[in-house]
């Protein structure tokens, strides 16, 4: 049975840092795409980024840029989230998905797998 299981979330001041990590299992192929979406109270979910590929690229949405950094092991079961200088507008719920072939990374109804969300409060 596949599982993605994030942690790491918490309550932070404006400016502080975060890692969240997904676990990934059950998988027999490794997810090609693994990627970070969040849902902000009252807005629709958003994609943060991916890593994706053999050679794990990394893409991002415009707002995180130069301030999150997604990364996963060698093994590809562990993804991350590293998150720094954090603002308010970064609170969220923060999901991990999973697709284990090429897809456009912000296509969120093409993701096979997600997890179940860890939460992330920023204040200023």
């Known amino acids: 049975q596949v599982q993605l299981v994030e942690s790491g979330g918490g309550s932070v001041q404006a400016g502080g840092s975060l890692r969240l990590s997904c676990v990934a299992s059950g998988y027999t192929v490794r997810p090609y795409l693994m990627a970070w979406f969040r849902q902000a109270p009252g807005k629709e979910r958003e994609g943060v980024g991916a890593?994706?590929?053999?050679?794990?690229?990394?893409v991002y949405t415009d707002s995180v840029k130069g301030r999150f950094a997604i990364s996963r092991d060698n093994a590809k079961t562990t993804l991350y989230l590293q998150m720094s200088a954090l603002k308010s507008e970064d609170t969220a719920i923060y999901y991990c998905a999973a697709a284990l072939w090429p897809i456009p990374w912000d296509n969120q109804s093409m993701y096979a797998h997600w997890g179940q969300g860890t939460q992330v409060t920023v204040s200023s």
């Open positions: 890593v994706y590929g053999s050679a794990s690229s990394t």
